[in-house]
């Protein structure tokens, strides 16, 4: 079975500049989460769906990121315009949600997107 | 708010000790408790989950105890190995909204 699938991996782009980064969670996940990890810390919630809808978007910076979960299958995380600040490790995590499965609410996470802001 | 503290913040060893890592939170309302692997410049793997109502789970030589009272949870492992070496993060879910919230981890060296 096909993991969290995220790309790109790494991503350099110049301030001011737009980027997006895409997840595909496992199969039959209806929970997504965005998180962002900064060199040396743990991951920080940016944004979690529960099939289509947002419920938790408390910790998104909503000048400059936005997301989207089209169908309640993939997502899609943009930043417009970059900062340097944004640099990090944009993590996508999915799991089948607190009612579901053998593990209900297990988080299973991709290999991240590394962001580089020049 | 909940706060998760991983001590230590680095620990080296020698191939073949025992040796325990620690995670404190501050909030005992939690619906779960999880530990991740995370190696260099990958994303982070599950380990093992307990729930609330639990008080340990085992997979091969890791065993996790969660004691809610005291806010506490350790990842023990047996037998170390070179293999090993990775940070480990442990993250807590809160219960109503389902906020996971993460340590800073633990760096572990384990030498051959």
């Known amino acids: 079975e096909a993991g969290v699938v995220q790309s790109p991996r790494y991503k350099i782009i110049e301030k001011k500049q737009p980027v997006a980064f895409w997840c595909n969670p496992i199969?039959?996940?209806?929970?997504l989460y965005w998180y962002r990890q900064n060199l040396g810390q743990g991951p920080e919630l940016l944004i979690r769906?529960?099939?289509?809808?947002?419920?938790?978007d408390s910790q998104l910076p909503k000048d400059r990121f936005s997301a989207e979960r089209l169908k309640g299958v993939d997502s899609t995380l943009k930043i417009q315009p970059a900062e340097l600040g944004d640099s990090a490790v944009y993590l996508c995590?999915?799991?089948?949600?607190?009612?579901?499965?053998?593990?209900?609410?297990?988080?299973?996470f991709g290999e991240g997107s590394r962001l580089t802001v020049l | 708010k909940q706060e998760v503290t991983q001590i230590p913040a680095a620990l080296s060893v020698p191939e073949g000790e025992n040796l325990v890592l620690n995670c404190s939170f501050t909030?005992?309302?939690?619906?779960?408790l999880q530990w991740f692997r995370q190696d260099p410049g990958k994303g982070l793997t599950s380990l093992l989950l307990?729930?609330?109502?639990?008080r340990e789970q085992t997979s091969g030589r890791l065993n996790a105890s969660l004691d809610k009272s005291s806010g506490r949870s350790t990842l023990y492992i047996a037998a170390s190995q070179p293999g090993d070496s990775a940070t480990y993060l442990c993250?807590?879910?809160?219960?109503?909204?389902?906020?996971?919230?993460f340590g800073t981890g633990t760096r572990l060296l384990v030498s051959p």
């Open positions: 995590a999915s799991s089948l949600g607190p009612s579901g499965g053998a593990l209900p609410g297990e988080l299973f």
């Open positions: 199969s039959g996940h209806n929970t």
């Open positions: 769906y529960e099939n289509e809808e947002a419920v938790d």
């Open positions: 909030d005992s309302a939690i619906y779960n």
């Open positions: 307990i729930q609330s109502s639990q």
């Open positions: 993250a807590v879910k809160g219960t109503g909204f389902q906020k996971l919230v």
